[in-house]
């Protein structure tokens, strides 16, 4: 088995498209400053005037920083990344240094206990996988959150969001992601309902987003409340999903999807992960023209994961 190195792996995904971050730096600046607009309310100059905000205004929110993990405390590296890195592998785990006598008495004790039925627990069909996370043409998805506490992106590798794919069955079936240096109270990567949209519901013809955001675990199925990184920097409660990743595996190459799940059931078609420039966030979208119309200009990306270890 051949071990590569992140940055090895990251120059084959990238084969091909040398310097496609030369001039890409979208993280170097604050993050923007929501435009003039609130959600469904009238201007204060003409009641009768409706306008659309990507985010709440900073008229009518006060946002609050969030706190984040860091990898390195939150996860230790396996012995296959510690040899990767030229740092010696793990020690065993110390084994019980009970007495024979007294492990053969527990044992003979447990022989006679009457047995209780045990659940049998499912067993994971596939490894986790640990990562980052690349938003192809233009950058890495970053492990740092806009004020709003939506992800943001970054050029630089290293400042990368580092996941963990929590695939157990096959690539079409719905997972949740895990997030080791973002958030640290919401603790996966999923969607949270966008606070322009008129509902929970993606749909060709109709401009409604859900942000790229850090949440609480949720069965798969359509938006519902729980604890969301939007909402907790904001105060203005909005619905998420989790489970909502697939896959499309090729050599080298693993493609995350995302599969909103509407009201009605069904998911949504034709999700597009798009990087909304001049709100410093990434969205989820049905019809991005009808999202340009009214958010501004938003440039879609494809995500890939590129593992720390191949």
């Not at 997030?179 to 309902?193: C, E, I, Q, Y």
Request: proline share 9%; net charge negative.
């Amino acid at each position: 088995t051949r071990l590569l190195s992140f940055s090895t792996a990251l120059s084959l995904v990238l084969l091909g498209a040398p310097g496609v971050f030369a001039s890409t730096c979208v993280n170097c600046r604050p993050p923007i400053s929501p435009t003039r607009g609130a959600r469904a309310v009238e201007s204060s100059s003409s009641p009768s005037t409706r306008v659309l905000s990507f985010n709440p205004t900073e008229e009518a929110i006060r946002t609050r920083p969030l706190a984040h993990n860091d990898v390195s405390a939150h996860e230790p590296l396996t012995n296959a990344e510690r040899i990767a890195r030229r740092l010696p592998p793990q020690r065993p785990a110390a084994l019980g240094r009970r007495p024979l006598r007294e492990r053969t008495r527990a044992a003979r004790d447990d022989d006679h206990r009457a047995p209780h039925p045990r659940p049998s627990a499912t067993p994971c069909k596939s490894s986790p996988k640990r990562g980052r996370l690349l938003a192809f043409p233009l950058g890495f998805v970053s492990h740092a959150t806009n004020e709003f506490g939506e992800y943001v992106m970054t050029s630089n590798p290293e400042e990368a969001l580092v996941v963990v794919l929590k695939q157990c069955e096959s690539n079409s079936a719905p997972f949740e992601i895990q997030t080791l240096n973002g958030l640290r109270d919401f603790s996966l990567l999923g969607g949270t309902v966008g606070f322009g949209s008129t509902d929970d519901d993606l749909s060709n013809g109709s401009f409604n987003y859900a942000y790229l955001d850090g949440v609480s675990s949720v069965p798969h199925g359509p938006a519902r409340d729980a604890p969301n990184g939007f909402t907790a920097a904001t105060g203005v409660e909005e619905a998420i999903e989790s489970a909502l990743w697939t896959v499309t595996e090729e050599p080298l190459l693993t493609t995350l999807h995302a599969q909103w799940i509407n009201a009605d059931g069904r998911p949504a078609p034709d999700v597009s992960l798009v990087w909304v420039t001049d709100e410093n966030a990434f969205a989820f979208t049905s019809d991005v023209d009808a999202f340009e119309k009214a958010f501004g200009r938003a440039q879609v990306v494809s995500l890939l994961f590129i593992p720390d270890i191949l």
